[in-house]
């Protein structure tokens, strides 16, 4: 059985950093490309930052390009999203999911959250000014 648990989120001020870890027992992990969602209240989930399952090719959306950071760590089964100058608009409940579609990201691609499998609770990040 599956199961994928995100940690790391928390209270943050605006311009700090949390770094975000998954972790997915159960899973073949390095067959599968990973990714970050987020979900604010009152908006739909959105991709944030997506991984190929070598580790070669990430996707970004553009409101987190240059301040997050995506990577993963095959031998230990877990991915990261390392997140600084963090912002207001960055507060969510940020999850991590598998990609049922693809296993590298092209230039261009937009990750729907359609094709994404193996769902976590989420970790709640707020970010105060």
């Known amino acids: 059985q599956v199961q994928v648990v995100e940690s790391g989120g928390g209270l943050v001020q605006a311009g700090g950093s949390l770094r975000l870890s998954c972790t997915a027992p159960?899973?073949?992990?390095?067959?599968?490309?990973m990714g970050w969602f987020r979900q604010a209240p009152g908006k739909e989930r959105e991709a944030v930052s997506c991984?190929?399952?070598?580790?070669?090719?990430?996707y970004y959306a553009d409101s987190v390009k240059g301040r997050f950071t995506v990577s993963r760590d095959n031998a230990k089964n877990t991915l990261y999203l390392q997140m600084n100058s963090l912002k207001r608009e960055d507060t969510a409940m940020y999850y991590c999911?598998?990609?049922?579609?693809?296993?590298?990201?092209?230039?261009?691609?937009?990750?729907?959250?359609?094709?994404?499998?193996?769902w976590g609770q989420g970790t709640q990040v707020t970010v105060s000014s």
């Open positions: 159960g899973l073949i992990f390095d067959d599968y490309a």
């Open positions: 999911a598998a990609d049922l579609t693809r296993v590298y990201y092209e230039k261009y691609v937009l990750p729907k959250e359609t094709e994404f499998g193996y």
């Open positions: 991984i190929s399952a070598s580790g070669s090719s990430t």
